[in-house]
């Protein structure tokens, strides 16, 4: 209990990207900084999809927190799920009692993913957005193929061979684009009474094309590289109801159907941590429709210059000059910059001096759709940059093992995404608690 | 189905070390395998320690079975958990209900770990047969020091940092080695409120000293090789309570006492699979203490030539030309050669031949102590080869890989070990399935 009762107490609720980069910008500085997850380790989940399509295990993408901090001394790293923030105590409440008092709080608590008020669908179509969701539909699309081969009705093997993808976003096209090249590439031999290469991919999309965040183009190239791989993309299909072995769908136009399927992913929909309407119930902040907490131009809460929230928790936008305000989209460099931001304004405060409105510089978006394609939308100073297919796909490979973290995590990543490349195998194919 | 009625149709249960060789001792001959395993892999047991220790990733250790026999057509590899085996209908029976009829059955279902006759001791002593259970044990070595660095009061936090293992064979010998490096060598700097290194490692032996299989004085070795690390060794010390905060010990001479802890990871016992017991009352065989089935020289059934039982689930004896027959001990050696025999005696039955009695090849033993030392004790024509320390490491380190299935892990696995090796690191600390 070395702490120094004068230092100003800062408390990071989250370790992903927002969390992580505001801790690691209090480096060297004078404040006692206390950093709470729910888990011991930094989640890359960019990658998570891999894990889902058992191409990478999961120490590849998770790096312990306590470790990252080590060489840090002012940081203490704690395990522990926030049940409350008391603003008025300025003291944040953990689930098994702890308490913790700030000068200074920093929430970065993320998002979960959103069923949309259907949260009886949960059970038939695991999100991802943990490694434990990741396990879980590495689990069942595995299971699928075996159950399938065990199969004899032709109809119920037919359901076991039908992967249905919901949600034409950057993780839903990546999971759609992988599924196909594991039931193609992967396991074909493998099996002595089915042919995995013939089952379905399909992935459903509620809006009217896949990657919205994108431009028209490479929408449409999107589109064009996984239907060449054997998915099945079809938009303005808004899915209504989920069970055990039925998807249905209504598409914008024509009739309802329904989808006879074993093995669904949800990557429709994310919605901000609870703690996020708490937070706002006890300060008086404001919260949107998908449960994100209003900020001031400068991260913190109006009233609570003290608090400040980051990351995909924070409804927040970009001040650049001589521009109107302008939302800060939902993705990893957006939660980055945030919290190096925020860890720079309570410096300031620390200082007395005046924060400053954050401004989100944006380099760009980027997806991969299986083993050889991609689409990259740069920002750069002479203007937008479009490219698509392989070169593409080895930007986005470069860009995403660059930014792993640890020197370790990126050369076996490298390295079993090489030896993945070459052999089309997958190395992590292990199910675990599965009962047979 | 492109099964052919005329072959003879081999069910081999359990993809384990003997069970593997059988299936691919049948490669190219005129059968067709069946393989049923509960798990859809076959896991290298004897580095599952290193995964429970957050040494190793889950994949490292474990390989898709169907992957593995993709290129031996006369091989069905099937997801499934057996539920009973008819000797009269000469038919296998999965618990979801498929049925596998046989000509000729080898039954290589293995063993688990004992509690002798203690079930209620299992939530506070987890064993490590599975990779589930690896995963649990880490967790439980991983959260313990969480819970210590949150806990204010002394004896409680003194109680989350002693960590037993129970039973000195060669794997609570590995674990409590590598838990001792964990908390000197991997986690020191990384915590703010306790010192890793405080921590205690005890290994309890019921017996008068560790690796009973090993000569006397790499027993001694060993025990001074734990002790260098920290480990406290107490031999003549039998565990008689479990609970959740405590175990209680019997020395051999003395008074018992408790020991205040907050993780216990059971070594001590194993025994056979259930099906063991099944299998002989079917069968009219006979089952040993430890619910082994006796064999005949040959691995079959008295009775039942058609139905053989190897690796762990045996109690086989070796039969070597003017000796007297030699009970086959518990390791991996063993399981592997039975499963090449059996396999061999099979085909001599299909052509008619007598079938002939096992004969093991002894090559020795070896253990590894943690990051430097291990005790190996070989067999050689010229007689026993004993050493220890530094080359011994080396020794079961090369072996260990060497027989790791697959090209690939043992790259990965050699690169994680080199890495953990020069920065005393462990690449595996995730916990998942953490309520905190």
């Not at 000059?321 to 860890?343: E, F, H, Y």
């Not at 720079?344 to 405060?349: A, D, E, K, T, V």
């Amino acid at each position: 209990m070395a702490e120094n009762k004068n230092k100003p107490r800062v408390v990071i609720v989250g370790c992903g990207f927002g969390g992580l980069e505001a801790t690691k910008a209090f480096a060297g500085t004078g404040v006692e900084v206390t950093l709470v997850d729910r888990t011991n380790h930094h989640l890359f989940q960019p990658l998570l999809y891999q894990v889902a399509t058992a191409g990478l295990s999961a120490p590849a993408i998770a790096a312990p927190i306590r470790h990252l901090f080590r060489k840090q001394p002012n940081v203490t790293s704690l395990l522990g799920e926030v049940q409350d923030i008391d603003p008025k105590a300025r003291t944040v409440h953990l689930k098994d009692g702890t308490q913790l008092p700030y000068d200074h709080l920093v929430v970065a608590a993320g998002a979960t993913h959103s069923y949309f008020g259907r949260d009886d669908w949960a059970p038939f179509a695991p999100g991802l957005k943990t490694l434990d969701d990741a396990f879980e539909v590495r689990r069942r699309i595995l299971l699928a193929f075996e159950q399938a081969e065990k199969e004899s009705d032709p109809k119920a093997r037919e359901a076991w061979l039908t992967f249905v993808i919901i949600g034409g976003g950057p993780t839903g096209v990546e999971m759609a684009g992988t599924v196909a090249e594991i039931a193609c590439d992967t396991l074909p031999g493998e099996f002595r009474r089915i042919d995995p290469s013939q089952a379905q991919v399909l992935l459903l999309e509620g809006g009217p094309r896949v990657l919205q965040a994108m431009p028209d183009s490479l929408s449409e190239r999107a589109r064009q590289q996984l239907e060449k791989l054997g998915v099945r993309v079809r938009v303005d299909s808004r899915v209504v109801a989920i069970d055990a072995g039925h998807v249905q769908v209504q598409p914008a136009t024509g009739e309802p159907y329904s989808i006879a399927t074993r093995c669904v992913v949800w990557a429709a929909g994310v919605a901000a941590s609870p703690l996020g309407r708490k937070l706002a119930a006890s300060t008086g902040a404001e919260v949107d429709r998908a449960g994100r907490v209003l900020v001031e131009p400068d991260l913190s809460l109006r009233g609570h210059p003290e608090i400040s929230v980051i990351g995909d928790l924070a409804a927040a936008k970009s001040y650049a000059p001589g521009r109107d305000p302008r939302p800060v989209p939902g993705v990893s460099p957006g939660a980055k910059q945030m919290g190096r931001w925020v860890a720079r304004n309570i410096l300031r405060r620390v200082a007395g001096q005046p924060t400053q409105p954050f401004r989100y510089r944006d380099y760009g978006n980027l997806a991969t759709i299986g083993r050889n394609a991609a689409v990259v939308d740069l920002t750069t100073p002479a203007g937008q940059v479009k490219f698509s297919g392989f070169f593409a796909w080895l930007f986005w490979l470069f860009a995403h093992i660059y930014f792993l973290i640890g020197f370790r995590n990126r050369i076996t990543v490298l390295i079993d995404w090489a030896s993945a490349y070459w052999s089309k195998q997958r190395y992590a194919r292990v199910m675990t608690g599965v009962d047979v």
